[in-house]
Nanobody, 112 residues
Framework: VQLAESGGGLVQTGGSLRLSCAAS????????MGWYRRAPGQARVFVAV?????NILYLTSVKGRFTLTRDENTIHLQMNNLKPEDTAVYYC?????????WGRGTQVTVSS
């Protein structure tokens, strides 16, 4: 499984960005897909996950501002009202029974 992310960039506080992640290859194994992020000097944390079955899960600090949508093996993350603390490299993840696959990441920078 290969994951291609797009949509990062530089935006001012309060602005919006839309991230996309398209999976290719042997995608038949994919169950859940989601977004994670790593801020400078911090560990990677989950942002939003579509588990395949069940409700989409969101990091508490992004609830009401970020929306994850999924169309088969493509996911999007609409990010509104962005804050400087959202600055991070955002990674797409696909979950298969045999393991997880990660994208290379896309930088999101929110200026104050």
């Amino acid at each position: 499984v290969q994951l291609a992310e797009s949509g990062g960039g530089l935006v001012q506080t309060g602005g919006s960005l839309r991230l996309s992640c398209a999976a290719s290859g042997d995608t038949s194994c994919i169950a859940g897909m989601g977004w994670y992020r790593r801020a400078p000097g911090q560990a990677r944390v989950f942002v939003a996950v579509h588990p395949g079955l069940g409700n989409i899960l969101y990091l508490t600090s992004v609830k009401g501002r970020f929306t994850l949508t999924r169309d088969e093996n493509t996911i999007h993350l609409q990010m509104n009202n962005l804050k400087p603390e959202d600055t991070a490299v955002y990674y797409c993840k696909a979950e298969c029974e045999e393991g997880n696959y990660w994208g290379r990441g896309t930088q999101v920078t929110v200026s104050s």
